[in-house]
């Protein structure tokens, strides 16, 4: 990815999550209507952070959650008591969930600015694994370093993994059978070394509930647990 394509990517994600604002803005949209590729960039973001979002359930906090947070402000701060007041439950949830992805995004954005030369050095998000359990809200955001070659995956809201059971990695090419890719963890990011040509946008990248140590058999034998498409790297 060249600087230009790198800093259009980075702009794209900046107007997706609303941190870029005023003229700037402006500019971007402007740019967006002679430019079809960056209004796929915008796209693109929109899908990530969409699937992202697609999981949070409105849910009111328990008011712990709250007396903590007041906890740890000075007395005279009344913020966080003004923001419980006027916005209603499921709406401060939405925005706290929305807060954490704008986090995790600015996460894989933010070595990028203090990249020299044009060089990456940080991974550029590229799909997001959703769910397919009904009421679930755990994702895995997959990532890839076209420098390094590595496919980092990041778990985010997993449940723990049942003893006698591994997560397993499939990349399912069209009309091709799932290749496997590796175990990953439940709690922490795994990095795979992969070739960036294996991951097309007809690619499909899946876990697997497996036995430990991984299937078996070369294909998946348990329940498909996360799905999702890859994007334009």
Do not use: C
Request: aromatic share 6%; no cysteine.
């Amino acid at each position: 990815m060249n600087e230009r394509a790198r800093n259009d990517n980075i702009l794209a994600g900046e107007y997706v999550l609303g941190t870029l604002r005023g003229a700037a803005r402006r500019r971007f949209e402007a740019l967006m209507e002679r430019d079809p590729a960056l209004s796929a960039e915008v796209r693109q973001w929109q899908d990530i952070l969409t699937a992202l979002d697609a999981g949070d359930a409105p849910v009111d906090p328990p008011a712990r959650v709250w007396r903590t947070i007041q906890s740890r402000l000075p007395p005279q701060q009344g913020l966080i008591r003004d923001f419980r007041h006027h916005v209603p439950g499921h709406r401060r949830w939405q925005l706290v969930s929305f807060a954490l992805a704008a986090s995790l995004v600015a996460a894989l954005l933010w070595p990028r600015f203090l990249v020299p030369n044009g060089a990456d050095t940080a991974p550029l998000p590229v799909a997001v694994l959703a769910s397919t359990q009904e009421g679930s809200a755990g994702q895995v955001v997959a990532s890839f370093d076209a420098r390094t070659g590595q496919l980092v995956l990041t778990p985010l809201n997993f449940t723990a993994l049942q003893a006698g059971h591994s997560l397993q990695l499939w990349l399912i090419a069209k009309d091709q059978k799932p290749a496997p890719l590796g175990l990953i963890g439940a709690q922490a990011s795994t990095v795979i070394v992969l070739k960036q040509s294996r991951l097309s946008p007809d690619v499909t990248l899946a876990i697997s509930l497996e036995p430990t140590g991984g299937s078996p058999t070369g294909q998946p034998t348990g329940a498909v647990l996360y799905a999702g498409k890859v994007g334009k790297i």
